[in-house]
């Protein structure tokens, strides 16, 4: 059994950033991050595979990066940018599927962090 440990969550004013990072004691193909908001399905953020390639939803597309260390078995989610509506748990996910876009393709999660962006 993996386990993955989240920290960095936080509130933050629009425009501002944070940075999510994701511990696993294990070492998975793809690792990522998914998120939900009150009322809405889990969606994807973005998964990274170990060779690097990674799949980014388009609502954050050129203000987050997903970044990764093999080594320590650790993903980072840099959010820059921050909107109101990026508000919501984020969770980390691992798995062995490539890079997959659907939560159900993770066996594998945190706990969740919270992330608050106000106007």
């Known amino acids: 059994q993996v386990q993955l440990v989240e920290s960095g969550g936080g509130s933050v004013q629009a425009g501002g950033s944070l940075r999510l990072s994701c511990a696993a004691s294990?070492?998975?193909?793809?690792m990522g991050w998914f998120r939900q908001a009150p009322g809405k399905q889990r969606e994807l953020v973005a998964i990274?595979?170990?060779?690097?390639?990674?799949n980014y939803a388009d609502s954050v597309k050129g203000r987050f990066t997903i970044s990764r260390d093999n080594a320590k078995n650790t993903v980072y989610l840099q959010m820059n940018s921050l909107k109101p509506e990026d508000t919501a748990v984020y969770y980390c996910?691992?798995?062995?599927?490539?890079?997959?876009?659907?939560?159900?393709?993770?066996?594998?999660w945190g706990q969740g962090t919270q992330v608050s962006v106000s106007s």
């Open positions: 294990g070492s998975l193909l793809s």
């Open positions: 996910c691992a798995g062995n599927t490539l890079g997959a876009g659907m939560a159900r393709s993770y066996p594998f």
């Open positions: 990274i595979t170990s060779g690097g390639s990674t």
